[in-house]
């Protein structure tokens, strides 16, 4: 596969104490302000699941980046200390691919 800078579509899911959900529901409008590419956020008291867009040439440059995220904002952003639990990282073409499959059932 060439050099091309693909688009890759992330899942990345923390967890960590409980915390008031207002709390964490700012925390993610500040982390939004701060990197305005979350495609959505699902938030309880103690687990988060981000999903986006990013680009990159392969998994694994994005993959670092989504792995550094929460951290880099956990200080602005006032991000709870959680640890990352979970990370999907999807190429475009297959999760469009998924989608299709998903829309004929």
């Not at 008031?20 to 529901?25: A, D, G, K, Q, Y």
């Not at 550094?68 to 709870?80: F, I, Q, T, V």
Request: glycine share 6%.
């Amino acid at each position: 596969m060439d050099n091309a800078v693909r688009h890759w579509h992330v899942t990345l899911t923390l967890c960590g104490e409980a915390a008031e959900p207002l709390i964490v529901r700012g925390a993610m409008q500040r982390l939004n302000d701060e990197r305005p590419f979350l495609d959505s956020v699902v938030s309880t008291g103690s687990s988060v699941e981000i999903q986006f867009w990013d680009e990159g040439e392969n998994m694994l440059d994005v993959a670092s980046l989504a792995m550094r995220l929460w951290n880099e904002h956990r200080e602005s952003a006032k991000l709870p200390y959680w640890e990352v639990v979970g990370l999907e990282i999807v190429e475009k073409n297959l999760r469009d691919h998924r989608g299709a499959l998903g829309r004929r059932a």
